[in-house]
């Protein structure tokens, strides 16, 4: 009993000297160490994260401003320039006095005398006095055809301005949106200068009517002064 008790305490005595193989095998965990590489890998991953988020906010203004510089497929300049262009032939077939102001000093000079000389017949007078007349007739009937071509213009901006408000509204940038803004404000200058092209052929056609009359007292005046002043004032001129 005595040896097998001695044996057990050297054997004891063996083991707890040498090391534990398994135990000699086994990795030391750090706590501290783990948790600083875990907040490092999230910390790079939030980084890549907001890298990702500014490379579509940049593909995002990349698009807006392509949107924004997008032009509109769409012009109604022609339009416009054809519908002033009717009108200024209109206004350029204007019998009697011209636009020109060049034209009308010499139109006006001929027609609307200060004065009649002797050399002047009641015949011619009369003659003159029709063609006045004649003229301004012509202007007031002018100025109803440029009134029914204005009339005309105005029905067909009825398509135009509801295309352009219609594409301004769909518009997908804001060039687009410019562009038929700039439309829009360019048929308003067009029907205002319409407005203004009537108004010069009405005043025209007001004033060569009064200057008519005007003329015709003056002629009527001369010719009361021929008969009344001498024998000759109707020499048969």
Same mark, same amino acid.
């Given at each position: @009993?005595?040896? /097998?008790?001695?044996?057990?305490?050297?054997?004891?005595?063996?083991?707890?000297?040498?090391?534990?193989?398994?135990?000699?095998?086994w990795?030391?965990f750090?706590?501290?160490?783990?948790g600083?590489?875990?907040?490092?890998?999230?910390?790079?991953?939030?980084?890549?994260?907001?890298?990702?988020?500014?490379?579509?906010?940049?593909?995002? /203004?990349?698009?807006?401003?392509a949107?924004?510089?997008?032009?509109?497929?769409?012009?109604?300049?022609?339009?416009?320039?054809?519908?002033?262009?009717?009108?200024?032939?209109? /206004?350029?077939?204007?019998?009697?006095?011209?636009?020109?102001?060049?034209?009308?000093? $010499?139109?006006?000079?001929?027609?609307?005398?200060?004065?009649?000389?002797?050399s002047? $017949?009641?015949?011619?007078?009369?003659?003159?006095?029709?063609?006045?007349?004649?003229?301004? @007739?012509?202007?007031?009937?002018?100025?109803?055809?440029?009134?029914?071509?204005?009339v005309?213009?105005?029905?067909?901006?009825?398509?135009?301005?509801?295309?352009?408000?219609?594409? $301004?509204?769909?518009?997908?940038?804001?060039?687009?949106?410019?562009?038929?803004?700039?439309?829009?404000?360019?048929?308003?200058?067009?029907?205002?200068?319409?407005?203004?092209?009537?108004? =010069?052929?009405?005043?025209?056609?007001?004033?060569?009517?009064?200057?008519r009359?005007?003329? =015709?007292?003056?002629?009527?005046?001369?010719?009361?002064?021929?008969?009344? $002043?001498?024998?000759?004032?109707?020499?048969?001129?």
């Amino acid at each position: @009993m005595k040896r /097998m008790s001695l044996a057990a305490l050297v054997a004891a005595s063996l083991a707890i000297g040498l090391p534990q193989a398994g135990h000699a095998a086994w990795p030391v965990f750090d706590a501290t160490n783990y948790g600083q590489n875990v907040l490092q890998a999230a910390r790079a991953l939030e980084q890549i994260n907001n890298q990702i988020q500014q490379l579509q906010n940049q593909a995002v /203004m990349l698009q807006n401003m392509a949107r924004n510089l997008q032009r509109l497929d769409f012009s109604s300049l022609g339009q416009l320039q054809g519908a002033l262009n009717r009108i200024d032939g209109l /206004m350029m077939q204007a019998d009697g006095l011209s636009f020109d102001l060049s034209q009308l000093e $010499g139109q006006w000079r001929q027609q609307y005398p200060d004065s009649y000389d002797a050399s002047i $017949g009641v015949n011619d007078m009369a003659t003159a006095a029709r063609e006045r007349w004649r003229n301004a @007739m012509n202007a007031f009937r002018q100025t109803m055809r440029v009134q029914s071509q204005i009339v005309e213009n105005v029905r067909a901006d009825e398509g135009l301005l509801t295309d352009l408000v219609n594409r $301004g509204q769909s518009a997908v940038g804001a060039l687009q949106a410019q562009q038929a803004a700039n439309q829009l404000i360019a048929l308003s200058a067009k029907q205002q200068m319409q407005i203004q092209t009537l108004m =010069a052929a009405h005043y025209r056609a007001e004033a060569e009517d009064a200057a008519r009359k005007a003329q =015709a007292e003056e002629a009527a005046r001369e010719t009361t002064r021929r008969f009344l $002043g001498s024998g000759s004032a109707y020499s048969g001129n």
